[in-house]
C-alpha cells in the first residue's frame, strides 16, 4: 500500500507526520512552520479546486500547495493504530 500523505487527508481528518521528502529550502520552510516529523497535523479547508490546501499545526492554520502535501508523508503506524482501535 502506498504510504499515505497530507494531500489524503480530507477536512476534519488527522495524522502523524513522518517526514517530508522537498528539496532542503523547502523542508527548512516547513519545520519552521512547525511541519516536524511526530507533530499531529489536521486537514482544514481548501480552496475551490481543492489547491491550495490548509492544514492545522502546532496551533496555526498553514495553506501548502496539493504538490507540497504530496511530498509530506504520514507515519503508517499511527494509522494502523487508528484502524485497530475502531474494531
Do not use: C, K, W
Amino acid at each position: 500500500m502506498p504510504a499515505r500523505t497530507l494531500s489524503d487527508l480530507r477536512q476534519g481528518d488527522e495524522g502523524v507526520l513522518d517526514r517530508l521528502e522537498v528539496i532542503a529550502e523547502v523542508a527548512e520552510r516547513l519545520m519552521e512552520l512547525g511541519f516536524l516529523p511526530g507533530v499531529r497535523v489536521s486537514a482544514g479547508r481548501a480552496a475551490p479546486g481543492g489547491d491550495p490546501m490548509v492544514f492545522r499545526v502546532d496551533g496555526s492554520e498553514v495553506a501548502i500547495r496539493r504538490a507540497t502535501a504530496r511530498r509530506l508523508i504520514l507515519n503508517d503506524s499511527a494509522r494502523a493504530g487508528e484502524e485497530g482501535g475502531n474494531v
